[in-house]
Structure formats: C-alpha cells, structure tokens
T-cell receptor, first 111, second 117 residues
Framework: SQKIEQNSEALNIQEGKTATLTCNYT??????LQWYRQDPGRGPVFLLL?????KEKRKERLKVTFDTTLKQSLFHITASQPADSATYLC??????????FGAGTTVTVRA | GAGVSQSPSNKVTEKGKDVELRCDPI?????LYWYRQSLGQGLEFLIY????????KSGLPSDRFSAERTGGSVSTLTIQRTQQEDSAVYLC???????????????FGPGTRLTVL
C-alpha cells in the first residue's frame, strides 16, 4: 500500500541552526512533491513544490531536494528563527487532482 | 473574500446529533476538497469536487457523511448521527482547475474543530 513517512514527530533546534526534515514514501511515483507549513489552529499554507525532474529548489531560507531513486525529499530551513516554529507537511500528488499528506514534523526553534 | 473561509470555527455537539460544516472557497476556484485532521495525524482526504460534481468521494468514512456544493462555490459537509470518533478538525481547501502537469497548489481554510460529547 502507499505510504508517506515524515521523520520524528518533533524537531527542536537552536536559533541560527539548520533544520532538516525528511519525507520518505513507498509505492508512489509522484510527478511532484509539495511542502506546506501549518501553525496551530490554522490550515496548511503552501511553501514549495519540486517536480520529479528537479533535484533542488530554493525559496529564501528554504531548500528542498527530491531524490526519486531513494524515494525521499529533504526540507531544509537555514538560519532558523523562532518564527519558523510550526508543523511542516509533505504532500505527494497521487492523481491530477489529489494530494496525499504525511503526518507532519513539528519544528521548535529556541531563541 | 481573499481566502478560504469556514464556519463555524468550533462546534460542540452531542452524540447522535447532525452537524453541518460550511466552506466558502476562493472565488474562481473550481476544485474544492474536504479533509479531516485528527490530533497528531496527517490530513485524511474525504471528498473532491470539480464544480458541483464530486468525482471522488472515496474518503468519506461512512454513509453518515455527505457533502454537496452549489453554484460551483459554497460547499457543505454534513455528518449525521455524530459519533465520538468523528471529533476532529475538518479542513476545506480550494484550488484552480487541476490540470495534467499542473501544480495543484491547495489553499486551505482555518478549519472547523468538531467535538462530539
């Protein structure tokens, strides 16, 4: 069956350090992968999309990689700030219209 | 409005009662989705609308759950005879018409927190 796993439910890091989140999947062949941010009491907000033929994508302090051989995406937050504290969700397309979401990793950045 | 809105933001009901949850998508977005999120869990897909049609209802947990969309805009998710296991946050999302090779970025509302006592 199809499965998406995100590393450890929680990640605690010191301000200024780089947070690295992992999204692994099995039994999928996604054309792209998305990352969303979710704050408590709010809906997810789209951050980045990376296509299967792209190795890396950057947006400000965010970097995403996509390895279709390993079936893995890495999401990096560089020079982390307390305002980056949130839950980050990866999502894979399983159809032209449908996304399948991971359970998320909660990041806490300590000042 | 500028974003997806949902109402009510919180709903507390007694077991066995029916509830209706409302979603107002972004104007012009033809695709609309309902998800359920339980504490510490990922988003569970419930149903997908394209316009007023629901070509994918595969995520609805039981026949107590139904949804409709009118005028290609507002959608209502109805849960009949609520059970305690229905307690969760119900999220609605909208997106422009999905296209092959497109990005299908989804825009989410703030959710409705449903508590069944």
């Amino acid at each position: 069956s199809q499965k998406i796993e995100q590393n450890s439910e929680a990640l605690n890091i010191q301000e200024g350090k780089t947070a690295t989140l992992t999204c692994n999947y099995t039994n999928y062949s996604p054309a792209y992968l998305q990352w969303y941010r979710q704050d408590p009491g709010r809906g997810p907000v789209f951050l980045l999309l990376i296509r299967e033929n792209e190795k890396e994508k950057r947006k400000e302090r965010l970097k995403v990689t996509f390895d279709t051989t390993l079936k893995q995406s890495l999401f990096h937050i560089t020079a982390s700030q307390p305002a980056d504290s949130a839950t980050y969700l990866c999502a894979l397309d399983i159809d032209d219209y449908k996304l399948s979401f991971g359970a998320g990793t909660t990041v806490t950045v300590r000042a | 409005g500028a974003g997806v809105s949902q109402s009510p933001s919180n709903k507390v009901t007694e077991k066995g009662k029916d509830v209706e949850l409302r979603c107002d998508p972004i104007s012009g977005h033809t695709a609309l989705y309902w998800y359920r999120q339980s504490l510490g869990q990922g988003l569970e897909f419930l149903i997908y609308f394209q316009g007023n049609s629901a070509p994918d209802k595969s995520g609805l947990p039981s026949d107590r759950f139904s949804a409709e969309r009118t005028g290609g805009s507002v959608s209502t998710l109805t849960i009949q005879r609520t059970q305690q296991e229905d307690s969760a946050v119900y999220l609605c999302a909208s997106s422009p018409a999905p296209t092959s090779g497109g990005t299908n970025e989804q825009f989410f509302g703030p959710g409705t927190r449903l508590t069944v006592l």
